[in-house]
């Protein structure tokens, strides 16, 4: 049988609504939207965490950051654990990981054979400074190109041997920098915000508040304009993933590929008045786009609404190609529910984020209708939240303190408690929080 070829293309902290395939009609992903009509969406897919580092060690182990033990993204890389890239190169796949990679330290280790990072993101920004704006580099030379080109030719250079390629964007994560004709693509004077970016609330996460405050100073301009260059520059993204695609079919690819589209994590997108990403559990952070293309377009423009996680793509990737890993992965296969929709996915999934900076660790539960999160410090009482995603998708109405919602509370407070104690810590996690104060015991 004819070893497959696999493709991930990752982006880098990419909110699920700035895409035209997950519903917004005012953003212009065209290539990304032909990929979801090939191939199988999941609608409820979560990182296992809201950091760069530790959510793309999860991509590589198929392991929680508390198992892995990078949960702090200035931590030392975890060693010993088998990563995909060694899997499939000891398998005889010739191996690539093109773009942004968050493991200096230890990559190199990591079982890819092509290494390629690419131009800083930073460089040709605009010439009024800051971090949002137009950049004057054209595509070929902007870092989303200069990315697409060289998985291009990597590609170029395999098309009669199996390989297992990585394409990292370092966009649309800050600074925000689209080339044109991206840059002018989205009018901010019609751009509508997200419909959660200014509301009352009663009640906010004291990061949430802080990075509100923050944020008003990413720009000197208004926030749509902010949202129009991050879409421009999700756009100009998409653009480059596009040459992606149409390499693989000039190449008659396609019908022996699979390609993989995820994002580590989300961004707050003016979402809650805020931008970036801090330590708190809203979609916004934890929901990340997953499309799955299989080869010749099998099942495809089909969605799956069960829960899935970035953790899966281990798990998953195996299975589509017949592999297997030393460790046992805390993901799992998401072939079955790919072949059936009437497959029944996990009742909850869990996502954790540990914030250094700030010495804050939240754990967030989410269901198919629910999410809770709660958020710990080493001095202070924990803050929980809780929401009704099925009434309340832009998580606008914290039920945490609702008698009608309490048995839904104490039903993903036990999850939580319970999925923690049986999943326990591993020894760098627990030195990690320990140094900030922490008890690890309570969080295992």
């Known amino acids: 049988m004819e070893r497959l070829n696999v493709l991930i293309i990752i982006t880098d902290q990419h909110n699920v609504h700035a895409l035209g395939c997950y519903g917004n009609d005012a953003i212009d992903t065209p290539n990304l939207d032909r990929l979801a009509a090939q191939g199988i969406v999941f609608d409820n897919a979560i990182t296992p965490s809201g950091a760069c580092r530790p959510a793309k060690m999860s991509i590589f182990t198929g392991l929680h950051p508390r198992t892995h033990g990078l949960l702090d993204g200035r931590a030392e890389t975890p060693k010993g654990w088998q990563t995909l890239g060694e899997i499939f ?11 942004k990679h968050h493991m200096p330290d230890a990559v190199q280790t990591f079982g890819f054979e092509a290494l390629s990072r690419g131009p800083s993101p930073r460089k040709g920004g605009p010439e009024s400074g800051g971090r949002v704006g137009p950049s004057r580099l054209p595509n ?8 697409a080109t060289d998985t291009m030719t990597f590609i170029d250079d395999h098309v ?3 390989f297992f390629l990585i394409s990292s964007q370092f966009a649309p994560h800050r600074p925000i920098f689209p080339s044109e004709p991206w840059a002018s693509r989205h009018d901010p004077a019609t751009i509508a915000m997200p419909p959660n970016h200014d509301y009352a609330a009663g009640r906010l996460p004291g990061p949430l508040e802080t990075l509100r405050e923050k944020s008003a100073e990413m720009h000197e301009g208004a926030q749509a304009e902010t949202l129009a260059y991050y879409y421009g520059l999700v756009s100009q993204v998409d653009h480059n993933i596009g040459r992606l695609i149409d390499r693989l079919d000039h190449h008659g690819l396609l019908e022996k590929t699979v390609i993989l589209f995820l994002s580590d994590h989300g961004e707050m997108m003016g979402e809650h008045g ?15 786009p997953l499309i799955w293309r299989l080869p010749g377009g099998e099942q495809g423009g089909t969605r799956r609404t069960q829960l899935a996680s970035s953790l899966d793509v281990m798990p998953t ?13 805390e993901g799992r296969s998401l072939v079955p529910e790919m072949h059936d929709a009437s497959v029944a996915g996990p009742e909850f999934d869990v996502s954790e984020l540990f914030g250094v900076h700030n010495v804050r660790f939240c754990s967030t539960v989410r269901t198919g209708r629910w999410k809770y999160f709660r958020i710990a410090s080493p001095d202070a009482r924990d803050d929980e939240y809780l929401f009704d995603l099925a009434a309340d998708p832009w998580e606008m109405r914290d039920l945490s303190t609702s008698p009608d919602a309490r048995a ?12 923690q104690r049986e999943t326990g810590m591993c020894v760098m996690a627990r030195a990690q929080l320990a140094g900030s104060g922490f008890d690890p015991d309570t969080f295992a």
């Open 408 to 419: 839904a509370l104490d039903r993903c407070r036990n999850w939580l408690d319970g999925w």
């Open 89 to 99: 190169r000891d398998a005889g796949y010739r191996t690539g990981l093109i773009g």
């Open 140 to 147: 070929e030379e902007h870092s989303t190109g200069v990315i």
């Open 274 to 288: 805020a931008w970036t990403k801090d330590v708190f559990g809203y979609d916004a952070v934890v929901r990340i």
């Open 317 to 329: 990737l195996l299975d589509l190609t017949g592999l297997s890993a030393e460790h046992a992965m």
């Open 160 to 162: 009669d041997e199996p």
